[in-house]
């Protein structure tokens, strides 16, 4: 059966497919026109031309095809013909009668706007696009040519807001006519005078801010509605530019008002019109097939609407209540998650949109966290100056209290309820475990201070919270199920297994433990009694939480500090100097030997004993801050004791280089303490431990070189000693040196080691050298001055006559010493 549509949509049918005949036909056109239009620069080429370029068989390519070329003569004469058509209306108006001048502008105008109807049945698309911009333009001066004449008392603004609402929709009407409908300007065109109206409206009736906002966001709708419903590209192109820049500039006016707003009813009326901007925004949201506009939306709907209600509410609501009162709203904004009738982009956006808010409200809390973290390192420069009044001033010694900051810790407690309550997903769970526990700690450290507590409860309080923090780390096992296995009720009852993500919640309560002493420990700098009783505690708990190995490689190196930081202090409360407590700092070193010495895991043993060599550099540091070199030799030679005790492990035995020069250094100390200024009394106790090492390796390994074995103990006492003998007048160091050489030379020689007797030779003929040099110079005196030259010259000349024989000497010399080790 055959099926006869109805009248009118069989019409609108063959509309349709005539406009397609007819786009199909310019398009042929079009082409046909490029076409002949390319035969004929080819014909062109082909005749000889006496002007052609050197390369012949380059064809000439044209530089602008002939529809580009039209389309700029076709929007060139359209301008001039608009700027004649001004002038004339400008210029000419005034010798001409109303009759005469309302012809012929009317006139004008109605045959310019008619003749793209039929340069359209031509095809003529791009001469009928420039003939409607000129009418269009026309319809301009039409409207100021009415103003000029007959309505010139009227307000300039309000008859503009009128003259742009008819503009736009006459063009409207103009390009949805049967065969206008094919011009792409008129409709565009009629969209963009249609941004005019309602504001100039609201600004000739005197509307004020609220009003002219308004206008903007009505205006922002109507394009967005546009946009939505038109499916012509160009047209919809041109409402969201409408609607991006009214709403733009609307959102900005109304968030000012809300902001800015001083009463309930102002706050009020602000509100509205961020709501109505926030359903323009969720609006095309849900309407959006793009899914990233579509969430941007829907963000942009939710921090709208929580600028709006939060606004609301602070303008009554005292100020230290204000952010709270946005992150309310924006915790508001997830109940619009579980609305299954809402698009999963807009719900995700509204969830974004919660997220921002919460994140900007954190963004507050950070100056008052900064600031009780921080501040307390004031007193460094402060010590036992005296207990505050209370914790706050502790706190901000020199640091500025941020303004109006009491209600921090209830926007760190809200958003951690908020992360503890929403995260349930495997996602997102682990980050939160790692998130909550930052927040509760951050709120935690806040708090004393925000409440102004006493100076002795806010340390207990803070002592309270690093305690809280390693129970929490030490509790958490450190080994977890797979995150995919799902553990029984049986089980959590009974291992009480750590939970998904908690590896990271671990090391992240140990890091927060140790970053909430540092705070209690400047704190208890006030005041003698706080601060030994402070550091006993932190070096206590921080030792007790290291029986857990997973915890060990933190709590064991911070607990040796505090112990350090509590030798140091009690040595102060006793008035000791700082030699004698240098003393007692030694025992941190020593423990920390012990310590590494028990522990089975690398990663705690490498931190412990870094911890204790740095309290043993404290402790010399100390002893050599009094100038009193005894104790600073005793202090050496304690650290050598202690890596001598480290040494004998089989895994450390290298720190015995350590401990030799602790030892060589606490001789030298003593020495110099004794007003000692002989060198061989530095140099000796140095040289012979070295070359007793040297036998033993040797006798352990034939194979290693006398230099390796020997070389470092002789050159420590040989050289300096030479270097003491040349500047000695008397002649008992130089005798004893040379004898010392002899011996050491021959001894070389000997056994055949190269180290000895080179070292040895040369320091002996160094020394003799010395001692005749008064003679040689005395001789040289006595000489005239020709004798040098002529003996040099005769030397060079016997050299010159053996010189063979000398090549095979060096040679024999030298496989003689290669011989040696």
Not at 302 to 313: I, K, S
Not at 525 to 540: D, F, S, W
Request: net charge neutral; glycine share 8%.
């Amino acid at each position: 059966m055959t099926y006869f549509p109805p009248p009118a949509e069989e019409l609108r049918l063959l509309d349709l497919e005539l406009r397609q005949l007819d786009a199909r036909r310019a398009q042929l056109l079009h082409r046909r026109a490029w076409l002949v239009t390319a035969l004929q620069a080819a014909s062109a080429q082909s005749a000889p031309n006496p002007f052609a370029p050197p390369h012949p068989g380059t064809a000439m390519r044209p530089e602008a095809s002939a529809p580009r070329v039209q389309n700029v003569l076709l929007v060139l004469g359209g301008v001039l013909l608009t700027i004649a058509a001004m002038a004339f209306t400008l210029v000419s108006w005034g010798h001409m009668g109303i009759a005469g001048r309302a012809l012929v502008l009317g006139g004008l105008t109605v045959a310019v706007l008619a003749a793209p109807v039929a340069l359209l049945k031509r095809g003529l698309r791009s001469t009928a696009e420039s003939v409607a911009g000129l009418g269009l333009a026309l319809t301009v001066l039409d409207a100021y040519a009415l103003h000029e004449v007959r309505l010139a008392d009227v307000d300039a603004t309000g008859y503009t807001a009128a003259a742009s609402a008819v503009l736009a929709a006459l063009w409207a009407a103009y390009g949805l006519l049967p065969r206008a409908r094919e011009l792409r300007l008129p409709l565009p065109a009629a969209l963009v005078a249609a941004q005019l109206p309602l504001v100039l409206w609201a600004v000739a009736a005197d509307a004020g801010l609220f009003g002219i906002t308004a206008a903007l966001l009505a205006t922002a709708g109507f394009d967005t509605g546009v946009a939505l419903r038109v499916p012509v590209r160009t047209v919809r192109i041109t409402a969201m530019i409408g609607a991006y820049g009214t709403g733009a500039w609307g959102v900005w006016a109304a968030g000012w008002l809300s902001w800015t707003a001083t009463g309930p009813s102002a706050a009020a009326r602000a509100a509205a019109l961020l709501l109505f901007a926030a359903g323009i925004a969720v609006t095309a949201a849900w309407q959006q097939v793009a899914e990233k506009q579509a969430r941007g939306l829907a963000v942009a709907a939710g921090l709208l609407t929580v600028a709006a209600l939060g606004g609301t509410a602070r303008s009554v609501l005292p100020d230290a209540w204000t952010v709270p009162a946005y992150l309310v709203c924006g915790i508001a904004l997830l109940a619009a998650v579980r609305v299954d009738r809402l698009p999963e982009t807009v719900r995700r956006g509204l969830a974004l949109a919660s997220a921002a808010v919460q994140g900007l409200a954190l963004l507050w809390t950070l100056p008052l966290v900064g600031v009780a973290l921080l501040g307390p390192v004031t007193w460094v420069e402060q010590v036992w100056s005296g207990e505050p009044d209370d914790i706050r001033e502790a706190v901000t010694v020199d640091a500025p209290w941020p303004p109006d900051a009491e209600t921090v810790p209830v926007v760190l407690a809200v958003v951690a309820a908020v992360l503890l309550l929403v995260a349930r997903d495997t996602v997102w769970r682990p980050r939160a475990l790692t998130g909550v526990p930052v927040l509760a700690w951050a709120a935690a450290l806040v708090l004393p201070a925000v409440l102004e507590v006493p100076y002795a409860v806010g340390l207990v309080a803070l002592g309270t919270t690093t305690a809280g923090a390693l129970a929490a780390a030490a509790w958490i096992r450190p080994t977890e199920r797979p995150e995919t296995e799902e553990p029984s009720t049986a089980a959590a009852l009974t291992e009480a297994p750590a939970p998904v993500g908690f590896p990271t919640a671990r090391l992240t309560a140990t890091v927060l433990a140790l970053l909430t002493s540092l705070p209690l420990a400047f704190l208890s700098l006030t005041a003698e009694p706080a601060t030994l009783t402070v550091l006993a505690a932190l070096t206590a708990l921080f030792a007790a939480a290291s029986w857990k190995p997973h915890l060990a490689p933190v709590t064991a190196p911070a607990s040796l500090a505090y112990a350090a930081a509590l030798a140091c202090a009690t040595g102060a409360a006793a008035g000791w100097g700082p030699q004698y407590t240098a003393l007692l700092v030694l025992a941190v070193p020593v423990a920390a030997a012990l310590l590494a010495a028990r522990l089975d895991d690398a990663r705690a043993t490498i931190p412990v004993e870094v911890a204790g060599a740095l309290a043993a550099l404290l402790a010399v540091g100390l002893a050599a801050a009094s100038a009193d070199l005894p104790m600073v030799a005793l202090v050496l030679a304690l650290c050598g004791v202690i890596t001598a005790g480290v040494a004998i492990r089989p895994d450390r035995r290298p720190v015995a280089y350590a401990s030799a020069a602790l030892f060589v250094l606490a001789t030298w100390v003593r020495l110099a303490a004794w007003d000692i200024g002989t060198p061989e009394a530095y140099t000796v106790p140095v040289s012979v431990p070295a070359l007793l090492v040297g036998a033993l390796r040797r006798r352990r390994d034939p194979e290693t070189s006398s230099w390796t074995a020997y070389g470092p103990g002789l050159a420590a006492t040989l050289v300096p000693s030479l270097l003491a003998a040349w500047n000695d007048p008397h002649w008992t160091r130089p005798l004893l040196l040379g004898m010392a050489a002899l011996a050491i030379t021959l001894l070389g020689a000997g056994h055949h080691l190269k180290a000895p007797m080179l070292l040895g030779g040369t320091v002996l003929a160094l020394d003799a050298l010395h001692e005749l040099a008064p003679y040689i110079a005395q001789v040289t005196d006595a000489l005239p001055r020709w004798v040098p030259p002529a003996l040099a010259g005769l030397l060079l000349l016997a050299l010159g006559a053996t010189y063979e024989q000398r090549l095979r000497d060096a040679r024999r010399m030298r496989d003689f010493l290669g011989n040696m080790h």
